[in-house]
C-alpha cells in the first residue's frame, strides 16, 4: 500500500491513505461499506452512491469541521481531495503576485456553479479563511447549500449563496459594479448532451466495477447543469472568457477547470482576442485523471500586489 498519494498537491490533507478507523469515528454508518480488497487495502466500493457520500461526509467532518454535510441523491457527489487540489493550486497562484499564500477574508472568491455540495466555499474558507460567494443557476442545489451553511453557523458571514437568473450567463447578474473578487473559479460541464454525459457516466461505473452495468450509478449522477450544457466545455468556457471581459478590472485572476487537452488552444486563442495580460495553464494530476486549471487576468502585474489590501 502506497503511503502517500505524491499525485495531489502538498498541501493537500488527504494525500495519505484514508484511516478509516478514524473516519468511522466522524461518521458510524460509513463501517458498513468499508472491506478489505484483494490487494490488503481497507478501502470502500467507489461505485456505491451511498458509500461514496458517506465518505464525503467524514472527510469534510474530520478535515474541515463541516456539520451535518449532506446532498440529495439526484446531486453530483463531489471527490473532495480533487477539489481540495483546485483550491490549493489557487492558493499558488496569488502567492506568485503576493509573495506569500494570502489568508484570511480580505481574500474574496467567487464559484461559478457551487452545486448542492458547496465544496469549494468550504475548502476554501476552511484551508485558508478566504470569503467566498458560491452561486448556481439550480435554486434545489442553493437551497441544500444553504443547509448546509445552516448547520454550520460561523460560516454564515464569510460565505454567501446567489442564484444566478439567467443561464445564458456566468458573471452578468452576479458581479455588482461594487463587486471586487480576488479570483473567481469553476467546474464547468463536461459533456455537450445528456445523451453523452449517460453514455460517460456508464463509462465511469464500468470502470470502477469492472463488469458492464445497465445504467448509470447514482454517485456519477448530477443536475443537468452539472453534468451538460450545448456545446459542453469548450463552449461554457467560451461564454466564460468573453463575459469576463466585461468584468475585467473587477477579478484580479479568473480561473476554470478544463477536462479537455485539446479544447486549451482555442480558449488561450480566444484568452489573447479579449487581451488577457497573462494566461496560465497549470496541471493537476489526481490518480489516473489528468485535468488542468486555466487562468487569466486583466491586471497589470505592478497593480496586483496592492489587490489584498484593497
Not at 465518505?55 to 453530483?76: C, E, M, R, S, V
Request: glycine share 4%; charged share 20%.
Amino acid at each position: 500500500m502506497s503511503t502517500e498519494k505524491s499525485s495531489l498537491h502538498t498541501r493537500n490533507l488527504h494525500r495519505n491513505p484514508y484511516d478509516f478507523d478514524q473516519l468511522i469515528s466522524c461518521v458510524p454508518e460509513l463501517k458498513h461499506y468499508v472491506f478489505v480488497n484483494a490487494y490488503q487495502t481497507v478501502t470502500i466500493n467507489f461505485s456505491i452512491p451511498k458509500a461514496v457520500k458517506l465518505l464525503n461526509k467524514a472527510l469534510l467532518l474530520h478535515f474541515y469541521d463541516i456539520k451535518g454535510w449532506d446532498i440529495p441523491d439526484t446531486n453530483l457527489c463531489p471527490p473532495i481531495p480533487g477539489r481540495a487540489d483546485y483550491v490549493h493550486y489557487i492558493a499558488d497562484l496569488l502567492a506568485e503576485d503576493f509573495n506569500e499564500v494570502p489568508t484570511g477574508n480580505a481574500v474574496k472568491g467567487l464559484d461559478i456553479g457551487t452545486g448542492a455540495n458547496l465544496v469549494y466555499p468550504l475548502i476554501s474558507h476552511r484551508s485558508y479563511g478566504w470569503t467566498m460567494l458560491g452561486t448556481d443557476i439550480n435554486q434545489d442545489s442553493l437551497k441544500n447549500a444553504q443547509n448546509i451553511l445552516d448547520q454550520n453557523e460561523d460560516l454564515s458571514s464569510v460565505i454567501q449563496l446567489k442564484s444566478q437568473p439567467d443561464a445564458d450567463h456566468i458573471f452578468k447578474n452576479i458581479i455588482n459594479p461594487e463587486d471586487r473578487f480576488t479570483f473567481t473559479m469553476c467546474n464547468p460541464p463536461f459533456h455537450d448532451s445528456e445523451e453523452s454525459a449517460i453514455k460517460g457516466n456508464i463509462r465511469k461505473t464500468k470502470n470502477l466495477k469492472k463488469s458492464k452495468p445497465k445504467q448509470p450509478l447514482l454517485n456519477f449522477g448530477g443536475q443537468q447543469s452539472e453534468l451538460w450544457c450545448e456545446g459542453g466545455e469548450l463552449a461554457f468556457i467560451t461564454k466564460m472568457i468573453n463575459e469576463s471581459a466585461l468584468f475585467s478590472s473587477q477579478v484580479l485572476w479568473f480561473t476554470c477547470l478544463v477536462s479537455k487537452k485539446e479544447n486549451l488552444n482555442k480558449l488561450t486563442h480566444l484568452l489573447k482576442k479579449v487581451k488577457a495580460i497573462e494566461i496560465k495553464t497549470i496541471d493537476m494530476a489526481q490518480g489516473q485523471k489528468i485535468s488542468r486549471m486555466l487562468a487569466w487576468t486583466f491586471i497589470p502585474q505592478q497593480n496586483r500586489k496592492g489587490w489584498k489590501t484593497k
